[in-house]
């Protein structure tokens, strides 16, 4: 097993994000082992509406291919890192939810009530529909665009595979997407007994209930669905 001062943590976000988690675990003493579950391609946005009010972010991801002509549109973003990365991206006027898709909604519902905005929202190929519905039950008019599509890794990365044989501390999971990947290549790789030693840390419900099926010591969910209270978790 790793020595506790120098304990293994794996990480499952894609890259970017899972460089910059990296080195705040690295910064806790502890060692990341950035094993990305989820591989990220731009896709061709499309012609946008020819009014916008406001682009609304889930995901850091869906600046993916926002043309410079939009970045004096408001920003809503689901995040404080998402919204920091808006903001070096060009965007100037960007306001963060700090939490979840619920907050999200809830914070747009309260900033432009009674407007009745035209809505961008960049997301994945394939969700955000859920968002989209609600904000349209609000009255708003929501243009949802697919930037970008993850796809799950068949096979578990050499590091992962080393360091589940070697001994984790804990493995992070930034979704429920990212939960899913992990949990159906640990069975193809036949290391579902390599679980049980080790911390899942989930960051929010959807991603601990797509981790169960594994026999970890335990599965821990963040208080808020952000990085920090995904770290905390480790401390």
Same mark, same amino acid.
């Given at each position: 097993?790793?020595?506790?001062?120098?304990?293994?943590?794996?990480?499952?976000?894609?890259?970017?994000?899972?460089?910059?988690?990296?080195?705040?675990?690295?910064?806790?003493?502890?060692?990341?082992?950035?094993?990305?579950?989820?591989?990220?391609?731009?896709?061709?946005?499309?012609?946008?509406?020819?009014?916008?009010?406001?682009?609304?972010?889930?995901?850091?991801?869906?600046?993916?291919?926002?043309?410079?002509? !939009?970045?004096?549109?408001?920003?809503?973003?689901? +995040? *404080? $890192?998402? &919204? /920091?990365?808006? #903001? @070096?991206? %060009? =965007?100037?006027?960007?306001?963060?939810?700090?939490?979840?898709?619920?907050?999200?909604?809830?914070?747009?519902?309260?900033?432009?009530?009674?407007?009745?905005?035209? !809505?961008?929202?960049?997301?994945?190929?394939?969700? +955000? *529909? $859920?968002? &989209? /519905?609600?904000? #349209? @039950?609000? %009255? =708003?008019?929501?243009?949802?665009?697919?930037?970008?599509?993850?796809?799950?890794?068949?096979?578990?990365?050499?590091?992962?595979?080393?360091?589940?044989?070697?001994? !984790?501390?804990?493995?992070?999971?930034?979704?429920?997407?990212? $939960?899913? &990947?992990?949990?159906?290549?640990?069975?193809?790789?036949?290391?579902?007994?390599?679980?049980?030693?080790?911390?899942?840390?989930?960051?929010?419900?959807?991603?601990?209930?797509?981790?169960?099926?594994?026999?970890?010591?335990?599965?821990?969910?963040?208080?808020?669905?952000?990085?920090?209270?995904?770290?905390?978790?480790?401390?």
């Amino acid at each position: 097993m790793s020595s506790p001062e120098r304990a293994a943590i794996l990480i499952t976000r894609p890259s970017p994000g899972a460089e910059e988690t990296a080195s705040r675990v690295a910064g806790l003493g502890l060692r990341p082992v950035v094993a990305p579950m989820l591989s990220i391609r731009a896709l061709p946005i499309g012609r946008l509406p020819a009014r916008v009010d406001a682009v609304l972010l889930t995901s850091r991801n869906g600046l993916l291919g926002l043309p410079a002509s !939009l970045h004096a549109t408001p920003l809503f973003a689901v +995040g *404080a $890192a998402t &919204a /920091a990365l808006a #903001r @070096a991206q %060009g =965007f100037a006027t960007v306001h963060s939810a700090d939490a979840d898709g619920a907050a999200l909604r809830a914070l747009v519902r309260a900033s432009v009530a009674g407007l009745r905005p035209v !809505l961008l929202l960049p997301t994945a190929r394939g969700q +955000g *529909a $859920a968002l &989209a /519905a609600g904000l #349209r @039950a609000d %009255g =708003f008019a929501v243009h949802r665009r697919a930037v970008y599509e993850s796809r799950p890794a068949r096979s578990l990365p050499t590091g992962a595979r080393t360091a589940l044989v070697d001994g !984790l501390r804990a493995a992070l999971f930034f979704s429920a997407e990212t $939960a899913r &990947a992990f949990v159906a290549a640990v069975r193809r790789a036949g290391l579902v007994d390599a679980t049980r030693d080790v911390d899942a840390c989930a960051i929010g419900a959807a991603a601990a209930v797509a981790l169960e099926t594994l026999p970890w010591r335990r599965v821990r969910v963040a208080l808020r669905p952000t990085q920090d209270e995904l770290l905390a978790l480790l401390r």
